[in-house]
């Protein structure tokens, strides 16, 4: 096989490989989207290697968020206590 046509068979190998699939739990009285925005300040070349999932957790939050003063709602919680 010459030089170009392993340069393209790279290529494509390259382009037909899928990223690792992670998934991103944020984390208390916080939301996906939120984490998000976190991840997503991290550089590229990073962010660019993987296929991030976020999601929120089942629970609207009932209390206040650590968070509340950087971004807005809606606020999500993994568990709720019973009182």
Same mark, same amino acid.
Request: glycine residues 6%.
């Given at each position: 096989m010459d030089v170009g046509r392993q340069e393209e068979q790279v290529v494509v190998e390259k382009k037909g490989k899928k990223k690792p699939?992670?998934?991103c739990l944020h984390g208390f009285r916080t939301s996906? +989207?939120?984490m998000n925005k976190q991840i997503h300040k991290w550089p590229d070349s990073l962010v660019d290697k993987f296929d991030l999932v976020f999601l929120d957790a089942p629970?609207? +939050?009932e209390g206040k968020s650590d968070v509340e003063h950087i971004f807005p709602p809606p606020y999500y919680?993994? @568990?709720? @206590?019973n009182e």
């Amino acid at each position: 096989m010459d030089v170009g046509r392993q340069e393209e068979q790279v290529v494509v190998e390259k382009k037909g490989k899928k990223k690792p699939r992670v998934l991103c739990l944020h984390g208390f009285r916080t939301s996906g +989207a939120i984490m998000n925005k976190q991840i997503h300040k991290w550089p590229d070349s990073l962010v660019d290697k993987f296929d991030l999932v976020f999601l929120d957790a089942p629970f609207p +939050a009932e209390g206040k968020s650590d968070v509340e003063h950087i971004f807005p709602p809606p606020y999500y919680e993994w @568990f709720q @206590f019973n009182e």
